[in-house]
């Protein structure tokens, strides 16, 4: 009789580790803007139009600490690797990236050179999808 090894908990995949990363951040960033927002139907919205219109505009709170210099910020789908996305992870929930509550004169400055919160500007189309990620059937309310 022969024995066959066989691992019972086969180590996850380099995608499947960013699959699942990428997911978290998801998770928690939603749940981090419904709580600041007090609103339980609160969305994220990664596209940077989308995120000004119907998050920065829509509650007047904007993330605060995003690694800008290392990560531009952008639908999670196009960050290429998983030591960017574990870096989000870890600073979304050690609270050095968070939500902030903003007045209107930060809005205002916001509004005129978002740039120091986004890094360099999308082009025009990008992100069109931002409200579906992975495997996510989003209704009508969810797409920007």
């Known amino acids: 009789m022969s024995f066959q090894k066989f691992r019972l908990n086969k180590p996850k995949s ?11 951040v998801r998770a928690l960033v939603k749940h981090k803007l419904r709580e600041i927002t007090g609103q339980p139907g609160a969305q994220m919205k990664w596209a940077q139009t989308a995120y000004m219109r119907d998050v920065v505009s829509r509650y007047r709170v904007r993330i605060e600490g995003w690694p800008v210099a290392e990560i531009e910020f952008k639908n999670l789908s196009n960050i290429p690797n998983l030591r960017k996305l574990e870096l989000l992870l870890r600073g979304w929930k050690d609270e050095t990236i968070y939500f902030r509550q903003i007045n209107e004169e930060e809005y205002q400055a ?10 360099p ?6 992100g069109q999808n931002e409200g579906q990620h992975e495997g996510q059937q989003e209704g009508p309310s969810e797409q920007s």
């Open 121 to 126: 500007l999308e082009d025009v189309g990008e």
């Open 110 to 119: 916001m509004v005129a050179d978002p740039t120091p919160w986004f890094g």
């Open 14 to 24: 380099y995608s499947d580790r960013m699959t699942d990363t990428r997911a978290e």
